[in-house]
T-cell receptor, first 115, second 114 residues
Framework: AQKVTQAQTEISVVEKEDVTLDCVYE???????LFWYKQPPSGELVFLIR????DEQNEISGRYSWNFQKSTSSFNFTITASQVVDSAVYFC????????????WGAGTKLIIKP | SAVISQKPSRDICQRGTSLTIQCQVD?????MFWYRQQPGQSLTLIAT?????????ESGFVIDKFPISRPNLTFSTLTVSNMSPEDSSIYLC???????????FGEGSRLTVL
């Protein structure tokens, strides 16, 4: 059955430290997408990235980078030189072709960046 | 991308009353979703509201409690009926533009039921 696991409930680091948020997924589908969303304290969900199952290239966007490894069914998210504004809850999610791309959400990781 | 506006952004309601949440999208979209997010929890899909068909509800959610309207391709409403304190949540409207699961969200409607 499809599933997304974010084992880290809460992470707290000091500003400027690097931090990695883990995401492990389960699917039997060969065609699927993986996502990361950010939910700051204001509550609005912000899309960060979409990755399809056929593209294992890592992606970097400024201080954000994503490591997709099908061998370990992981899609981890790293923030380099963290800033207080990065404090938020981060959700990893999965959609599959076989489920009409309905999103399956992880439980979320609350990231606290201390000044 | 899409810009999604929700009203109200927050409300405090009395037990037993009903509240209708509006969702307005700045472009025509077919696939629209209503989610609930209880305090400190992940998102739970309430229903899929595609224009031209009846809303499809997920397990645990029923039309009598959460009636949904989708009169056109840019607008939808979700009503939370006969509210109880357990309905206190953030309710989120979202759209999928490319049929991949990539969703754009409204800012959410934070509902507190006393």
């Amino acid at each position: 059955a499809q599933k997304v696991t974010q084992a880290q409930t809460e992470i707290s680091v000091v500003e400027k430290e690097d931090v990695t948020l883990d995401c492990v997924y389960e699917t039997r589908d060969t065609t699927y997408y993986l996502f990361w969303y950010k939910q700051p304290p204001s509550g609005e969900l912000v899309f960060l990235i979409r990755r399809n199952s056929f593209d294992e290239q890592n992606e970097i966007s400024g201080r954000y980078s994503w490591n997709f490894q099908k061998s370990t069914s992981s899609f981890n998210f790293t923030i380099t030189a963290s800033q207080v504004v990065d404090s938020a809850v981060y959700f990893c999610a999965l959609s599959e072709a076989g489920s009409n791309y309905q999103l399956i959400w992880g439980a979320g990781t609350k990231l606290i960046i201390k000044p | 991308s899409a810009v999604i506006s929700q009203k109200p952004s927050r409300d405090i309601c009395q037990r037993g009353t009903s509240l209708t949440i509006q969702c307005q999208v700045d472009s025509q979209v077919t696939m629209m979703f209503w989610y609930r997010q209880q305090p400190g929890q992940s998102l739970t899909l309430i229903a899929t509201a595609n224009q031209g068909s009846e809303a499809t509800y997920e397990s645990g959610f029923v039309i009598d409690k959460f009636p949904i309207s989708r009169p056109n391709l840019t607008f939808s409403t979700l009503t939370v009926s006969n509210m109880s304190p357990e309905d206190s949540s953030i309710y989120l409207c979202s759209v999928d533009l490319e049929y991949t699961g990539e969703l754009f969200f409204g800012e959410g409607s934070r509902l507190t039921v006393l």
